[in-house]
């Protein structure tokens, strides 16, 4: 399974777009790039997942350029309650694994 | 309601004892997971099972055990073996498809404390 690299991380102000980038040089053809977001003490929550190009739900939009090396998370006017950590995996689908980093702190202040 | 629950929240052992943690789906999932997760870490892999009575060892499966006799039902046995149980423990599920499978949906855990 691709590795994958996120800041550790991230301050914004409510109302901001914030953008998270991960990077995974090593995807392979098959694979799929999804995000999730946990809150303390909670699950983590599927938040967006694509393949190339880019998706958007009614939550986040997900930016994946032409090499599929990286790929941006990208949140639209955040608010305090989008304070959570957020993972960027990588993997196929095929396995049913998936492997978590350490993700994203993201810190929303008023 | 559809989900996953997982029982208890919150458990105390004392050093020594095996204990069983409780995960169990209504989304008709064909599989299921177990993750510990320490303090600012990410998740890690304990077990995972496709199927009704099959499973594979995760990333760290030495001390623990889990048994899928039900396709709903996929408890944990964290036993006297594992060096360092007091963690956070979570289960989830997902379903299989025509692109391998979906997003993993979680339960929301259970903060085992072995003293």
């Known amino acids: 399974l691709a590795k994958t690299t996120q800041p550790i991380s991230m301050d914004s102000y409510e109302g901001q777009e914030v953008n998270i980038t991960c990077s995974h040089n090593n995807i392979a053809t098959n694979d799929y790039i999804t995000w999730y977001q946990q809150f303390p003490s909670q699950g983590p929550r599927f938040i967006i997942q694509g393949y190339k190009t880019k998706v958007t739900n009614e939550v986040a939009s997900l930016f994946i350029p032409a090499d599929r090396k990286s790929s941006t998370l990208s949140l639209p006017r955040v608010s305090l309650s989008d304070t959570a950590v957020y993972y960027c995996l990588v993997g196929d689908n095929q396995g049913g694994k998936l492997i978590f980093g350490q993700g994203t702190e993201l810190s929303v202040k008023p | 309601d559809g989900g996953i629950t997982q029982s208890p929240k919150y458990l105390f052992r004392k050093e020594g004892q095996n204990v069983t943690l409780s995960c169990e789906q209504n989304?008709?999932?064909?599989?299921m997971y177990w993750y510990r997760q320490d303090p600012g870490q990410g998740l890690r892999l304990i077990y995972y099972?496709?199927?009704?009575?099959?499973?594979q060892k995760g990333d760290i499966a030495e001390g623990y055990s889990v048994s899928r006799e039900k396709k709903e039902s996929f408890p944990l046995t964290v036993t006297s073996a594992q060096k360092n149980p007091t963690a956070f423990y979570l289960c989830a599920s997902s379903q299989a498809g025509d692109r391998g499978y979906y997003e993993q949906y979680f339960g929301p855990g259970t903060r085992l404390t072995v003293t």
């Open positions: 099972s496709q199927i009704v009575n099959d499973f």
């Open positions: 989304l008709n999932h064909d599989a």
